[in-house]
């Protein structure tokens, strides 16, 4: 029931998700790629079940983050799991939860979790002056009190590692204690998913326009 409902949650993500949105994404230099993309033909008996589970979620291959989890493929099924509770299990409602993924893709210029996540954000009811603002490196000037809190709590805990004792009082005015629990967890995981895609120099599909220029802040 479980693995069914996994695989019924993540199809959902094929159309428009961070993971079919990365497949094959390559670097945007001429040089090697440092995680030349996996095929699953060329996976081993310890990767093959990870694969055939992102398979069953998308029809173009393994890309993004998971190409170079590929190499460590405990901790990609470990991962992936998470991945799945942060985006569709989560208590914190969708709206926000993409809010608080794109903060942290602009906080690390992450082409391709801002290329993934701002479309999902805005599906999900995120205002586009809001998205805008945000990627131009401001602070929305209008937002609701559940977005001025998002955004207020993951910047605050991710530019000065800490919550203010004012900032964590607005916080609980709206979300609950597993809210506040998972909108944490769901900012400290794509930092960590920008620290994979930085470090693997992942980008956006070919063919397809890098949200950030170079030379930009």
Same mark, same amino acid.
């Given at each position: ?6 695989? !019924?949650?993540?199809?959902? +993500?094929?159309?428009? #998700?961070?993971? %079919? ?8 230099? !001429? ?11 060329? &996976? !081993?008996? +310890?990767?093959?079940? &990870? ?9 173009? #291959?393994?890309? #993004? ?8 493929? @405990? &901790? ?11 985006? $569709? ?10 809010? +608080? ?12 979790? $801002?290329?993934?996540? +701002?479309p999902l954000a805005a599906k999900a009811g995120l205002s586009a002056d809001i998205i805008a603002e945000v990627k131009e490196g401001k602070k929305p000037s209008k937002m609701?009190?559940?977005e001025a809190v998002v955004y207020d709590f993951v910047t605050e805990l991710t530019t000065t590692q800490k919550v203010s004792d004012e900032t964590y009082a607005r916080a ?10 998972? &909108? ?6 794509? @930092?960590? @998913? ?5 470090? %693997?120099?992942?980008? @956006? ?9 170079? #030379?930009?802040?």
């Amino acid at each position: 029931m479980k693995s069914a409902i996994l695989t !019924s949650s993540m199809m959902l +993500a094929a159309a428009g #998700g961070w993971i %079919a949105a990365t497949m094959f994404a390559q670097p945007a230099t !001429s040089k090697e790629p440092r995680f030349p993309q996996l095929t699953m033909d060329q &996976l !081993s008996a +310890a990767q093959k079940p &990870l694969g055939e589970e992102i398979m069953k979620i998308s029809s173009v #291959g393994i890309g #993004g983050p998971y190409n170079p989890l590929m190499r460590s493929p @405990v &901790l990609g099924q470990r991962l992936f799991d998470l991945f799945h509770y942060l985006r $569709w299990e989560t208590s914190v409602p969708t709206k926000l939860n993409e809010f +608080a993924i794109i903060i942290i893709g602009r906080q690390w210029r992450s082409q391709v979790e $801002w290329f993934a996540h +701002a479309p999902l954000a805005a599906k999900a009811g995120l205002s586009a002056d809001i998205i805008a603002e945000v990627k131009e490196g401001k602070k929305p000037s209008k937002m609701a009190e559940d977005e001025a809190v998002v955004y207020d709590f993951v910047t605050e805990l991710t530019t000065t590692q800490k919550v203010s004792d004012e900032t964590y009082a607005r916080a609980k005015k709206v979300f609950n204690d597993q809210q506040i629990v998972d &909108l944490t967890a769901v900012a400290g995981n794509y @930092v960590m @998913v920008a620290m994979m895609l930085a470090m %693997a120099e992942e980008t @956006v599909p070919p063919g397809k326009e890098s949200p950030f220029k170079v #030379g930009e802040k």
